[in-house]
T-cell receptor, first 113, second 112 residues
Framework: QKEVEQDPGPLSVPEGAIVSLNCTYS??????FMWYRQYSRKGPELLMY??SSGNKEDGRFTAQVDKSSKYISLFIRDSQPSDSATYLC????WGAGSYQLTFGKGTKLSVIP | NAGVTQTPKFRILKIGQSMTLQCAQD?????MSWYRQDPGMGLKLIYY???????DKGEVPNGYNVSRSTTEDFPLRLELAAPSQTSVYFC???????????FGPGTRLLVL
């Protein structure tokens, strides 16, 4: 079993839809959870960052972490064509390994006008 | 601040050639790292550094070398390039443990 599993999609939704992106993981030591957005031919940029379990909201974006199920989600409300990108989940453990991010493969999202 | 900068943007190498990918950051970050990203795959950690003079291997270090003589710079050296090293290489930096990692724009490398 891979440490981080993420459905690569592609996922295509109409403008205004609610988008749900998910990752599962197997390493119970992971404590930091991140979502990166990557536009074509660009570097990843941090979208959301959470520590341990719970929810975090930032504008149209909500990140959820369920450590008991080893499952994280990113919700995008009122999706826009500018949200079309690849979304990568990433996570790291506490302690000495916290510098080392483990990434999912990324989900490619297209928002159709 | 320029953030994290990488040069070159794109390079074609012949098998067996060597090159150095440059990475610099102007945010005074202690932690820097190199990742590679293959098509349809997530990023895999090659090497990382927690400060000047300190480096360590990541998940896929074979075929690469790094050095960290200053806080600002973290070059990645490819010796004897192989087609398997065709990839997009990203450098990242962060202030410290558990902090946000900021990525550079990437270097596309093609080994023929």
């Amino acid at each position: 079993q891979k440490e981080v599993e993420q459905d690569p999609g592609p996922l295509s939704v109409p403008e205004g839809a609610i988008v749900s992106l998910n990752c599962t993981y197997s390493n119970s030591a992971f404590q930091y959870f991140m979502w990166y957005r990557q536009y074509s031919r660009k570097g990843p940029e941090l979208l959301m960052y959470t520590y341990s379990s719970g929810n975090k909201e930032d504008g149209r974006f909500t990140a959820q972490v369920d450590k008991s199920s080893k499952y994280i989600s990113l919700f995008i409300r009122d999706s826009q064509p500018s949200d079309s990108a690849t979304y990568l989940c990433a996570m790291s453990p506490w302690g000495a390994g916290s510098y080392q991010l483990t990434f999912g493969k990324g989900t490619k999202l297209s928002v159709i006008p | 601040n320029a953030g994290v900068t990488q040069t070159p943007k794109f390079r074609i190498l012949k098998i067996g050639q060597s090159m150095t990918l440059q990475c610099a950051q102007d945010m005074n970050h202690e932690y820097m790292s190199w990742y590679r990203q293959d098509p349809g795959m997530g990023l895999k950690l090659i090497y990382y550094s927690v400060g000047a003079g300190i480096t360590d291997k990541g998940e896929v270090p074979n075929g690469y070398n790094v050095s960290r003589s200053t806080t600002e710079d973290f070059p990645l050296r490819l010796e004897l390039a192989a087609p398997s090293q065709t990839s997009v290489y990203f450098c990242a930096s962060s202030r410290g443990r558990g902090e946000t990692q900021y990525f550079g724009p990437g270097t596309r490398l093609l080994v023929l």
